[in-house]
């Protein structure tokens, strides 16, 4: 258990060096790579303002968003009506869908536990 803490503790030291040398350089690069999308000037005035846009312009999509959701239930229901006309790759492409669900499920209970897979932590 020693040998493996020391190795942990000898990779985050060279993880650590590496990001002393790199990281400004890393970084430079990364906002010139991006300055597109940099607001001048940074104040806490344009940070309040660019997440209430971001807010308002999310909830204005709601309707399309809502729009789009009874379009799809729609076309399930026509589906659901019409199941004998069915083709073997519509039915493969909902089981892939409610598979897909049920995954994402378990991963939300893993998480929800702590991202422990047994159980609770006490």
């Known amino acids: 258990m020693a040998s493996k803490l020391q190795q942990l503790q000898s990779k985050a030291c060279q993880a650590s060096k590496f ?3 790199n990281g400004t350089a890393y970084y430079k690069q990364l906002l010139e790579q991006n300055k ?3 607001q001048e000037p ?12 971001l807010f308002y312009t999310r909830l204005a999509s709601i309707p399309g968003r809502n ?3 009874w379009k799809e239930l ?4 026509n589906l659901w009506k ?3 006309e069915l083709k073997v790759e519509d039915a493969g492409i909902a089981a892939l869908f409610g598979l897909e ?5 378990c991963a939300g209970e893993i998480v929800g536990r702590g991202f422990t897979f047994t159980g609770y932590y006490p």
């Open 19 to 21: 990001v002393a040398k």
């Open 36 to 38: 597109q999308y940099i």
């Open 42 to 53: 940074p104040t806490v005035e344009k940070c309040n303002e660019l997440s209430k846009q």
């Open 67 to 69: 729009e789009a959701f």
């Open 74 to 77: 729609d076309y399930v229901k």
């Open 82 to 84: 019409h199941r004998q």
């Open 101 to 105: 669900c049920f995954a994402w499920f």
